[in-house]
């Protein structure tokens, strides 16, 4: 009796790895990917209403990490840590309320869109005004992107 030479698992380990050649430079992943998965990035939500308003509430949370509510007076904020995954699929969204004035969910954290503009101090500012929430990476230069 003759014998025969399987060659499904070589075909099977070779098509693996070009599968996985194909998804790493499929890609539009920046050249400091793989770093940003060892960044640790902060996200700050501040307090900027008027002083004399009422407090700000803010809930924060991800698909599977709640930071929790908070209560903001005035100028205080409300700051965690994150890395971006693997996948760039990191995504922290945020429910503030004005007390007894207005209320909306804004994205804090996407990693596709601040991993590169969050990337020189490492940090997502965002403060809440009367008008809506400002985002800034540098705390000196504040771009509105959520209107209340």
Wanted: hydrophobic residues 40%; proline residues 3%.
């Amino acid at each position: 009796m003759a014998t025969t030479t399987s060659t499904t698992p070589l075909f099977l380990v070779q098509f693996l790895l070009l599968l996985l050649l194909y998804l790493i430079f499929s890609t539009n992943w920046p050249m400091s990917t793989s770093a940003n998965m060892v960044t640790k990035y902060h996200i700050h939500v501040i307090n900027d209403l008027p002083e004399s308003s009422t407090k700000l509430s803010v809930h924060c949370k991800s698909g599977d990490d709640d930071k929790g509510m908070q209560e903001l007076s005035w100028n205080e904020e409300y700051v965690w840590g994150t890395r971006i995954n693997f996948f760039r699929t990191t995504l922290y969204f945020c429910y503030i309320q004005w007390l007894g004035v207005k209320e909306r969910y804004f994205v804090a954290f996407k990693a596709k869109r601040d991993e590169v503009r969050c990337e020189k101090m490492k940090n997502c500012l965002w403060r809440v005004r009367r008008n809506g929430v400002y985002f800034s990476n540098d705390n000196s230069t504040w771009f509105m992107e959520y209107p209340w």
